[in-house]
């Protein structure tokens, strides 16, 4: 789904670039957003932080808890161990690496522990306003202390470590303590860019000025500073009702992962993520939190056809009408508040002011339109080998999106299906259908779509809480493509994605090939309007909540929670050794079976899958990139269990060469497969050539996708299938 980045908010940023090692990035923020319809009041002066609603708060966690009592698929009894649960969570959410809180703090919040379940069903919010009061406090000790440690030369001679893993630290028991993980996290930024500079230097094409280690220091510490003031600047910037987001989904996470709180904004950029389309000017933004700039122009857009602004450029003064409105600056903003400026309904104008590259400030108006984000689209290639082998084509499909709206100009499974037919009439004998990182979307559509491969029969059962399954089915009796089938999936598959990979296997209609398993995403969701919770219309809007209404199920009565899909054939993958997925979250519904149903098909079916396999671990085995993809497996699973990292300068360097010889192996490991031959359809040319940004990036996917060794492997599974297997059945 898309969210705007919160700095408050669950995402242990230091963890994450740890294990990411993007040493001179570390903490550098990049705040995304994408220019689209404002469906609530304009965006507040991000400056002015409004005052506390207490009767508008109070009613907003009434609406929660009655949507979560009356509606999700097993509702939580409110009582001391829900309030334990919600607590722990919560300090998790706000503080996970143990730097901001310390162990006083932590004892004051305690006092409350076992009453955040009388203050829910009192509408009060005393825990919530205490931990806001203490990180208050807190952002300004911290800040004073990261300044003072990054305002003098550092000693980098004591054998110090840091640990980076918040679970494996205590509270700390004092200020002094917590000074001293911000001056060990400070240390460890400041040498880690040091060390790359000093590996640059050494480098025999380096042209710049070399530096020594004192004046390197020196300079490290004033980017790291820089990056920390501007990182405190956007967490003082946000507001009471962003920091009560937080709280609001620590107690609906309890319930389940995927039950949470949408403020008004939010849910807006998940139609848009989840439609394809949205009505504004067709640009994407980014903030580094003083400037908002353009990165890219949708093609086709109101932007694109208006032809003044381009990547690069400064937003600099938004004004909602023609060029005599009045210009609000936004400099400084946060990204989310730009972009509410900017966004609008379909035939309004916006009139921007924009800094270009070379300097100079041009005023322009757009009027905006509906723009379509074609690039999350599904679409498709024919692939080859230039062995005279059969075609087969290749349907890549990023996300189940789908539009709810009456329109409803956006479909996946009707935009599959027209690719199977351009894929037909260009004679491809298989199809392989790639499900890789798609985390899914639309129930309906991943129904319709499986029904592209079957006579009718059922897809998939979905259980309420208090009634029996229902069975939904595919209902067409046309069979689209009734030839050999692969489903490509890896451990980001989840959801509507696992419903069509387990649909597939357990009809035996197509073979499912990818990593070890996927998400294990096995509850189906739908949102509620809150605002339908109350009568007051002086409260509203309230925003909506995504609430797990349903668990799915396999059509032979075993489940996807928890256990995801296996394929048939499995391939190595740099994350087959590192556990992601479901059971990594916190509070994940439990794994269970119900009843098979009836089921059969006469389309195509797999013969001999045992020698498919063989084959396929034969050439992998021999394939030297799929043995570094091993390994480099392996290798980032040992990286990802490592929490602490040496401060001694020399031990540094040590562990930091040792990453990078280790790393270095794998540098380049994909290269164009010679032989394997990847074309666009003619069909889509005209679509492609249109214009040059289409062009580029269709190039570049063309580029990316001859070095897929999974995808090539595919390939030579389905030409085994297409050649060596016993169809039986409907041709």
């Known amino acids: ?75 939580k009894v409110l009582d001391d161990g829900f309030s334990k649960e919600v607590y722990h969570l919560y300090l998790k959410d706000i503080d996970n690496s143990k730097r901001y809180l310390t162990k006083s703090d932590v004892e004051q919040l305690k006092q409350f522990e076992l009453q955040l379940d009388d203050q829910a069903n009192a509408g009060t919010f005393q825990f919530f306003d205490l931990s806001m009061q203490l990180f208050d406090q807190a952002l300004p000790k911290t800040q004073n202390w990261y300044r003072e440690i990054l305002g003098k030369p550092m000693d980098f001679s004591k054998n110090d470590l840091l640990e980076a893993d918040g679970k494996k630290l205590e509270w700390a028991k004092d200020d002094a303590e917590l000074r001293a993980r911000w001056e060990k996290w400070m240390k460890f930024e400041v040498l880690s860019r040091i060390v790359e500079e000093e590996q640059k230097q050494e480098k025999a094409d380096f042209k710049g000025e070399r530096k020594t280690f004192a004046q390197l220091e020196e300079e490290m510490r004033k980017k790291v500073l820089d990056t920390y003031e501007k990182r405190q600047k956007q967490i003082l910037k946000m507001d009471r009702t962003r920091r009560l987001e937080t709280y609001l989904n620590a107690i609906t996470n309890v319930f389940d992962p995927h039950t949470g709180y949408y403020s008004p904004r939010e849910k807006e950029n998940f139609d848009i993520q989840m439609s394809g389309k949205l009505e504004g000017i067709g640009a994407r933004l980014q903030s580094d939190g003083e400037k908002t700039s353009v990165t890219e122009i949708v093609p086709g857009g109101p932007a694109w056809k208006e032809g003044t602004l381009q990547p690069k450029d400064v937003i600099m003064k938004v004004a909602q009408g023609a060029t005599d409105a009045e210009s609000i600056d936004v400099m400084g903003w946060e990204i989310d508040d730009v972009v509410g400026k900017i966004r609008g309904s379909k035939g309004s104008k916006v009139t921007l002011t924009i800094r270009k590259a070379d300097g100079m400030e041009k005023v322009i108006t757009i009027t905006r339109d509906v723009v379509i984000m074609e690039e999350g689209f599904a679409k498709s290639l024919m692939l080859n080998s230039g062995e005279n082998q059969d075609k087969v084509g290749y349907i890549y499909l990023p996300k189940f999106y789908a539009d709810f709206t009456p329109q409803g100009v956006t479909s996946c499974a009707a935009d599959v299906a027209k690719e199977v037919e351009k894929l037909k009439k260009e004679n491809a004998k298989g199809i392989i259908l790639d499900l890789r990182g798609n985390g899914g979307g639309s129930l309906r559509d991943v129904v319709q779509m499986s029904g592209l491969f079957i006579e009718n029969g059922p897809i998939v059962q979905v259980k309420s809480r208090t009634k029996t399954p229902e069975i939904m089915s595919d209902n067409d009796p046309r069979v689209q493509w009734g030839g050999p089938l692969i489903v490509m999936v890896n451990g980001f598959s989840a959801s509507a994605s696992e419903i069509l990979a387990a649909a597939m296997q357990d009809y035996g209609r197509a ?42 199920y396999r059509i032979t009565g075993k489940t996807t929670q928890l256990d995801g899909v296996t394929p048939d054939i499995v391939l190595p993958d740099f994350y087959n050794f590192i556990d992601i997925g479901e059971r990594e979250n916190d509070y994940p519904l439990a794994s269970t079976t119900i009843d098979a149903v009836p089921f059969k098909q006469n389309t195509y079916r797999i013969g001999n899958l045992d020698k498919l396999k063989t084959d396929s671990e034969a050439r992998v085995a021999s394939d030297a990139t799929f043995k570094k993809v091993n390994d480099n497996a392996m290798r980032l699973r040992k990286q990802k269990d490592q929490s602490q990292y040496p401060l001694q300068v020399e031990k540094f360097r040590t562990w930091n060469k040792r990453q990078d010889q280790d790393a270095e192996q794998f540098e380049n490991l994909f290269l164009p497969i010679n032989g394997f031959v990847l074309e666009n359809l003619a069909a889509d040319m005209p679509q492609i050539q249109s214009d040059t940004s289409r062009i580029a990036r269709n190039e570049d996917w063309l580029k990316d996708k001859k070095k897929d060794v999974q995808l090539y492997e595919s390939f030579r599974i389905m030409q085994d299938m297409i050649r060596n297997t016993v169809a039986v059945g409907k041709q």
């Open 1 to 75: 789904m898309f969210h705007s980045f919160r700095p408050f908010g669950k995402f242990d940023l230091d963890k994450f670039f740890l294990d990411m090692k993007l040493k001179s990035s570390l903490l550098l923020f990049s705040f995304v957003g994408i220019v689209g319809l404002v469906i609530f009041t304009e965006a507040l002066n991000p400056f002015q932080k409004p005052e506390p609603n207490p009767q508008k708060e109070a009613a907003l966690m009434q609406a929660l808890l009655q949507g979560l009592n009356r509606l999700h698929f097993q509702p």
């Open 511 to 552: 073979i499912i090939v990818g990593s070890t398993g996927t998400y294990g995403k096995g509850t189906v969701q739908r949102f509620v309007d809150l605002d339908n919770a109350t009568g007051d219309d002086s409260v509203k809007p309230l925003g909506e909540m995504k609430l797990t209404i349903q668990k799915f």
